[in-house]
Protein backbone atom coordinates (compact mmCIF):
# COMPACT_ATOMS: atom_id res chain seq x y z
CA UNK A 1 0.00 0.00 0.00
CA UNK A 2 1.29 3.19 -0.97
CA UNK A 3 1.00 6.41 0.10
CA UNK A 4 1.27 10.24 -0.71
CA UNK A 5 1.55 13.29 1.50
CA UNK A 6 0.23 15.78 -1.02
CA UNK A 7 0.27 20.12 0.06
CA UNK A 8 -0.41 23.01 -1.50
CA UNK A 9 1.32 25.69 -0.13
CA UNK A 10 1.70 29.89 -0.51
CA UNK A 11 4.20 31.79 1.23
CA UNK A 12 5.38 29.11 3.73
CA UNK A 13 9.26 30.16 3.87
CA UNK A 14 8.82 30.08 7.76
CA UNK A 15 6.97 26.92 8.30
CA UNK A 16 7.88 24.63 5.10
CA UNK A 17 11.55 23.56 6.04
CA UNK A 18 10.00 22.70 9.64
CA UNK A 19 7.26 20.32 7.86
CA UNK A 20 9.10 18.83 5.01
CA UNK A 21 11.87 18.04 7.91
CA UNK A 22 8.85 16.05 10.12
CA UNK A 23 7.77 14.50 6.96
CA UNK A 24 11.48 13.02 6.12
CA UNK A 25 11.74 11.39 10.01
CA UNK A 26 8.30 9.83 9.95
CA UNK A 27 8.17 6.48 11.25
CA UNK A 28 6.15 5.27 8.29
CA UNK A 29 7.97 7.34 5.40
CA UNK A 30 5.97 8.55 2.55
CA UNK A 31 6.15 6.82 -0.89
CA UNK A 32 6.28 10.26 -2.21
CA UNK A 33 5.53 14.20 -1.34
CA UNK A 34 3.71 15.87 -3.65
CA UNK A 35 3.89 20.06 -3.39
CA UNK A 36 2.11 22.17 -5.26
CA UNK A 37 3.15 25.98 -4.66
CA UNK A 38 0.44 28.56 -5.52
CA UNK A 39 2.93 30.91 -6.45
CA UNK A 40 4.57 32.07 -3.48
CA UNK A 41 6.91 35.48 -3.77
CA UNK A 42 9.00 34.71 -0.75
CA UNK A 43 11.76 31.88 -0.66
CA UNK A 44 9.23 28.87 -0.12
CA UNK A 45 9.99 27.42 -3.67
CA UNK A 46 13.67 27.69 -2.73
CA UNK A 47 13.71 25.79 0.42
CA UNK A 48 12.05 23.21 -1.25
CA UNK A 49 14.34 22.96 -3.62
CA UNK A 50 16.99 22.53 -1.35
CA UNK A 51 15.01 19.61 0.18
CA UNK A 52 14.73 17.85 -3.33
CA UNK A 53 18.39 17.41 -3.58
CA UNK A 54 18.38 15.30 -0.61
CA UNK A 55 14.83 13.99 -0.61
CA UNK A 56 14.61 12.61 -4.50
CA UNK A 57 10.43 11.25 -3.07
CA UNK A 58 9.79 14.97 -3.32
CA UNK A 59 7.89 16.52 -6.34
CA UNK A 60 7.16 19.96 -6.65
CA UNK A 61 4.89 22.06 -9.14
CA UNK A 62 4.70 25.75 -8.95
CA UNK A 63 1.36 27.09 -10.89
CA UNK A 64 -0.51 30.19 -8.95
CA UNK A 65 -3.74 28.55 -7.91
CA UNK A 66 -6.11 28.67 -4.82
CA UNK A 67 -6.45 26.45 -2.30
CA UNK A 68 -8.45 23.67 -3.91
CA UNK A 69 -7.19 23.89 -6.96
CA UNK A 70 -3.34 23.61 -6.05
CA UNK A 71 -4.94 20.11 -3.74
CA UNK A 72 -6.45 18.93 -7.00
CA UNK A 73 -3.11 18.89 -8.92
CA UNK A 74 -1.28 17.56 -6.03
CA UNK A 75 -3.68 14.95 -6.04
CA UNK A 76 -3.52 14.21 -9.57
CA UNK A 77 0.03 14.00 -10.00
CA UNK A 78 0.30 11.26 -7.21
CA UNK A 79 1.02 7.99 -7.97
CA UNK A 80 -0.52 6.31 -4.60
CA UNK A 81 -3.68 4.32 -3.87
CA UNK A 82 -3.63 7.12 -0.49
CA UNK A 83 -3.64 10.17 -0.06
CA UNK A 84 -2.69 12.02 3.20
CA UNK A 85 -2.81 15.96 3.46
CA UNK A 86 -1.52 18.50 5.78
CA UNK A 87 -1.65 22.42 5.40
CA UNK A 88 1.59 24.52 5.31
CA UNK A 89 2.18 25.99 8.99
CA UNK A 90 1.04 22.42 10.66
CA UNK A 91 4.20 20.07 11.80
CA UNK A 92 3.34 16.35 12.15
CA UNK A 93 4.02 14.05 14.90
CA UNK A 94 7.12 11.65 14.03
CA UNK A 95 4.49 8.88 13.89
CA UNK A 96 1.37 11.22 12.35
CA UNK A 97 1.47 8.93 8.98
CA UNK A 98 1.93 5.57 10.78
CA UNK A 99 -1.29 5.96 12.96
CA UNK A 100 -3.38 7.68 9.90
CA UNK A 101 -2.21 4.32 7.61
CA UNK A 102 -2.77 2.25 10.06
CA UNK A 103 -6.47 1.66 9.74
CA UNK A 104 -6.71 1.20 5.75
CA UNK A 105 -5.53 -2.56 7.03
CA UNK A 106 -9.21 -2.64 7.16
CA UNK A 107 -10.99 -2.77 3.60
CA UNK A 108 -13.84 -1.07 4.43
CA UNK A 109 -12.13 2.34 6.00
CA UNK A 110 -12.23 5.18 2.83
CA UNK A 111 -11.28 8.22 5.09
CA UNK A 112 -9.07 8.55 8.47
CA UNK A 113 -9.62 11.82 9.97
CA UNK A 114 -6.65 12.56 12.29
CA UNK A 115 -6.41 15.86 14.58
CA UNK A 116 -4.51 18.81 15.71
CA UNK A 117 -2.51 20.28 18.26
CA UNK A 118 -3.18 24.03 18.77
CA UNK A 119 -0.63 25.81 20.58
CA UNK A 120 -0.90 29.04 22.43
CA UNK A 121 2.10 31.33 23.58
CA UNK A 122 -0.45 33.47 25.93
CA UNK A 123 -3.97 33.42 27.42
CA UNK A 124 -5.28 35.66 24.32
CA UNK A 125 -4.09 32.87 21.56
CA UNK A 126 -5.37 29.49 24.10
CA UNK A 127 -8.58 31.96 24.14
CA UNK A 128 -8.50 32.87 20.31
CA UNK A 129 -7.67 28.84 19.07
CA UNK A 130 -11.06 27.60 20.61
CA UNK A 131 -12.74 30.35 17.96
CA UNK A 132 -10.26 28.88 15.02
CA UNK A 133 -10.83 24.86 15.68
CA UNK A 134 -11.10 22.10 17.57
CA UNK A 135 -9.82 22.04 21.23
CA UNK A 136 -8.60 18.48 22.12
CA UNK A 137 -11.69 18.83 25.35
CA UNK A 138 -13.90 18.77 22.18
CA UNK A 139 -12.94 16.41 20.14
CA UNK A 140 -16.30 13.83 19.68
CA UNK A 141 -15.06 10.96 17.74
CA UNK A 142 -18.20 9.96 16.10
CA UNK A 143 -18.89 13.72 14.92
CA UNK A 144 -15.81 15.12 14.42
CA UNK A 145 -15.47 16.28 10.44
CA UNK A 146 -12.07 15.47 8.84
CA UNK A 147 -9.62 18.92 8.80
CA UNK A 148 -7.10 18.51 5.21
CA UNK A 149 -4.43 19.50 7.81
CA UNK A 150 -4.87 16.02 8.94
CA UNK A 151 -6.32 13.07 7.29
CA UNK A 152 -5.91 10.47 4.92
CA UNK A 153 -8.49 8.89 2.46
CA UNK A 154 -8.19 6.87 -0.86
CA UNK A 155 -7.85 8.56 -4.37
CA UNK A 156 -10.69 7.12 -5.23
CA UNK A 157 -12.77 8.44 -2.56
CA UNK A 158 -11.55 12.42 -4.60
CA UNK A 159 -12.15 10.81 -7.85
CA UNK A 160 -15.78 9.81 -7.12
CA UNK A 161 -16.21 13.32 -5.54
CA UNK A 162 -14.98 14.76 -8.43
CA UNK A 163 -12.03 16.46 -6.54
CA UNK A 164 -12.46 19.34 -3.92
CA UNK A 165 -14.48 22.21 -5.17
CA UNK A 166 -12.48 25.22 -6.88
CA UNK A 167 -14.91 27.69 -6.88
CA UNK A 168 -15.25 27.75 -2.85
CA UNK A 169 -12.38 29.66 -2.70
CA UNK A 170 -9.58 29.35 0.11
CA UNK A 171 -11.84 28.51 2.28
CA UNK A 172 -14.64 26.05 3.40
CA UNK A 173 -13.64 23.79 0.55
CA UNK A 174 -12.30 20.46 2.84
CA UNK A 175 -15.91 21.04 4.95
CA UNK A 176 -17.94 20.65 1.65
CA UNK A 177 -15.70 17.71 0.79
CA UNK A 178 -16.23 15.58 3.58
CA UNK A 179 -19.39 16.54 4.06
CA UNK A 180 -20.20 14.94 0.80
CA UNK A 181 -18.19 12.14 1.79
CA UNK A 182 -20.46 11.39 4.60
CA UNK A 183 -23.86 11.61 2.57
CA UNK A 184 -22.21 9.63 -0.05
CA UNK A 185 -21.22 6.67 2.32
CA UNK A 186 -17.68 6.59 2.74
CA UNK A 187 -16.90 5.18 5.81
CA UNK A 188 -14.58 7.23 8.00
CA UNK A 189 -12.80 6.54 11.52
CA UNK A 190 -11.73 9.52 13.94
CA UNK A 191 -7.79 8.81 14.64
CA UNK A 192 -7.23 11.23 17.65
CA UNK A 193 -3.91 10.29 17.97
CA UNK A 194 -2.61 10.83 14.28
CA UNK A 195 -1.52 14.55 15.25
CA UNK A 196 0.06 17.56 13.45
CA UNK A 197 0.88 20.55 15.82
CA UNK A 198 -1.25 23.98 14.07
CA UNK A 199 2.09 26.09 14.59
CA UNK A 200 0.02 28.92 12.26
CA UNK A 201 -1.94 30.22 15.11
CA UNK A 202 0.42 29.83 17.84
CA UNK A 203 1.21 33.37 18.01
CA UNK A 204 -2.03 34.88 15.99
CA UNK A 205 -3.52 38.62 16.77
CA UNK A 206 -6.91 39.83 16.84
CA UNK A 207 -6.35 41.58 13.47
CA UNK A 208 -5.33 37.89 11.90
CA UNK A 209 -7.93 36.25 13.86
CA UNK A 210 -11.05 38.66 12.39
CA UNK A 211 -9.52 38.02 8.65
CA UNK A 212 -9.48 34.20 9.41
CA UNK A 213 -13.05 34.03 10.92
CA UNK A 214 -14.32 36.20 8.43
CA UNK A 215 -12.80 33.99 5.66
CA UNK A 216 -14.06 30.81 7.48
CA UNK A 217 -17.82 32.59 7.57
CA UNK A 218 -17.52 33.08 3.60
CA UNK A 219 -16.19 29.38 2.62
CA UNK A 220 -19.35 27.99 5.20
CA UNK A 221 -21.54 30.29 3.18
CA UNK A 222 -20.28 29.57 0.04
CA UNK A 223 -20.18 25.67 0.98
CA UNK A 224 -23.83 25.58 0.94
CA UNK A 225 -24.14 23.12 3.71
CA UNK A 226 -27.26 24.32 5.52
CA UNK A 227 -27.88 20.64 7.10
CA UNK A 228 -24.55 18.79 8.50
CA UNK A 229 -24.36 15.08 7.47
CA UNK A 230 -23.83 14.56 11.08
CA UNK A 231 -24.49 16.82 13.40
CA UNK A 232 -28.08 18.59 11.86
CA UNK A 233 -29.10 21.78 12.19
CA UNK A 234 -25.87 22.25 14.27
CA UNK A 235 -24.59 23.24 10.73
CA UNK A 236 -21.85 26.47 10.86
CA UNK A 237 -24.11 28.12 8.70
CA UNK A 238 -27.11 27.81 10.95
CA UNK A 239 -25.28 28.98 13.87
CA UNK A 240 -24.11 32.14 11.82
CA UNK A 241 -27.45 33.46 11.35
CA UNK A 242 -27.97 32.55 14.83
CA UNK A 243 -25.47 35.30 15.54
CA UNK A 244 -27.52 38.33 13.35
CA UNK A 245 -30.43 36.89 15.51
CA UNK A 246 -28.82 37.39 18.49
CA UNK A 247 -27.66 41.14 18.11
CA UNK A 248 -30.89 42.05 15.63
CA UNK A 249 -32.59 41.32 19.62
CA UNK A 250 -30.28 43.16 21.41
CA UNK A 251 -30.48 46.19 19.12
CA UNK A 252 -34.39 45.81 19.26
CA UNK A 253 -34.30 45.60 22.57
CA UNK A 254 -31.71 49.16 23.04
CA UNK A 255 -34.35 50.74 20.85
CA UNK A 256 -37.39 49.95 23.42
CA UNK A 257 -34.98 51.17 26.52
CA UNK A 258 -34.35 54.32 24.41
CA UNK A 259 -38.01 54.65 24.18
CA UNK A 260 -38.75 54.10 27.77
CA UNK A 261 -35.47 56.11 29.14
CA UNK A 262 -34.69 52.87 30.98
CA UNK A 263 -31.35 51.01 30.66
CA UNK A 264 -31.55 48.59 33.31
CA UNK A 265 -32.58 45.69 31.17
CA UNK A 266 -29.07 46.58 28.71
CA UNK A 267 -26.81 46.26 31.60
CA UNK A 268 -28.67 42.95 32.49
CA UNK A 269 -29.01 41.85 28.60
CA UNK A 270 -24.78 42.78 28.65
CA UNK A 271 -23.59 40.91 31.67
CA UNK A 272 -25.63 37.44 30.61
CA UNK A 273 -24.41 37.06 27.19
CA UNK A 274 -20.29 38.01 28.85
CA UNK A 275 -21.79 35.26 31.43
CA UNK A 276 -22.63 32.98 28.19
CA UNK A 277 -19.12 33.45 26.60
CA UNK A 278 -17.46 32.87 29.37
CA UNK A 279 -19.57 29.33 30.39
CA UNK A 280 -19.84 28.08 27.05
CA UNK A 281 -15.70 27.27 26.85
CA UNK A 282 -16.04 26.27 30.94
CA UNK A 283 -14.75 22.74 30.00
CA UNK A 284 -11.45 24.22 27.97
CA UNK A 285 -10.69 28.03 29.30
CA UNK A 286 -9.89 28.55 32.93
CA UNK A 287 -9.24 30.83 35.42
CA UNK A 288 -7.64 34.10 34.48
CA UNK A 289 -7.61 33.50 31.09
CA UNK A 290 -11.95 33.53 30.97
CA UNK A 291 -11.61 37.46 30.71
CA UNK A 292 -10.31 37.41 27.19
CA UNK A 293 -13.48 35.24 26.13
CA UNK A 294 -16.27 38.14 26.08
CA UNK A 295 -13.48 40.12 23.96
CA UNK A 296 -13.07 37.50 21.82
CA UNK A 297 -16.53 36.44 21.44
CA UNK A 298 -17.62 40.05 20.12
CA UNK A 299 -14.97 40.01 17.75
CA UNK A 300 -15.43 36.98 16.38
CA UNK A 301 -19.40 37.67 16.12
CA UNK A 302 -18.67 40.74 13.55
CA UNK A 303 -15.70 38.58 11.97
CA UNK A 304 -18.85 36.05 11.34
CA UNK A 305 -21.16 38.84 9.75
CA UNK A 306 -19.08 40.39 8.08
CA UNK A 307 -17.79 37.36 6.34
CA UNK A 308 -20.86 36.82 5.58
CA UNK A 309 -22.22 39.95 4.22
CA UNK A 310 -19.01 39.94 2.02
CA UNK A 311 -19.92 36.31 0.52
CA UNK A 312 -23.54 37.27 0.04
CA UNK A 313 -21.98 40.64 -1.97
CA UNK A 314 -19.79 38.80 -3.98
CA UNK A 315 -22.11 35.84 -5.42
CA UNK A 316 -25.53 36.19 -4.16
CA UNK A 317 -27.28 33.70 -6.15
CA UNK A 318 -25.08 30.84 -5.95
CA UNK A 319 -24.95 31.33 -2.40
CA UNK A 320 -28.63 31.04 -1.69
CA UNK A 321 -29.23 28.36 -3.38
CA UNK A 322 -28.84 24.94 -1.17
CA UNK A 323 -26.54 22.88 -2.25
CA UNK A 324 -26.96 19.07 -2.39
CA UNK A 325 -24.92 17.16 -1.44
CA UNK A 326 -25.53 13.90 -3.08
Given at each position: MKVSVCITVFNEEKTIGKLLKALSFQTR????????DGGSTDNTVDIIKSFQEKCPY?????????????????ISLSKSEIIA????????YLDWLEKLVYFFRYKEIDIV???YDMPAKSPLTKTISCFLGVPEERFDPVSFLPSTRSVAFKKEVWQSLGGFDEKIGNTGEDTLFFAKALTRGFKIVRAKDARVVWQEISDIGIKSFFK????YAKGDLRSGIWIHPVKGLMSHNIKNLTIFLRYFVFIFALYLMVLAKNFYLFW??????????????????????RIYLPPVQVVSDFAVMAGFLLALLEEPLRILKLRRLN
Amino acid sequence: MKVSVCITVFNEEKTIGKLLKALSFQTRKPDEIVIVDGGSTDNTVDIIKSFQEKCPYIRLLVEESNIPRGRNLAISLSKSEIIATTDGGCIPYLDWLEKLVYFFRYKEIDIVAGFYDMPAKSPLTKTISCFLGVPEERFDPVSFLPSTRSVAFKKEVWQSLGGFDEKIGNTGEDTLFFAKALTRGFKIVRAKDARVVWQEISDIGIKSFFKRVANYAKGDLRSGIWIHPVKGLMSHNIKNLTIFLRYFVFIFALYLMVLAKNFYLFWILLFLYFFWSIWKWRDVVFGKDRIYLPPVQVVSDFAVMAGFLLALLEEPLRILKLRRLN
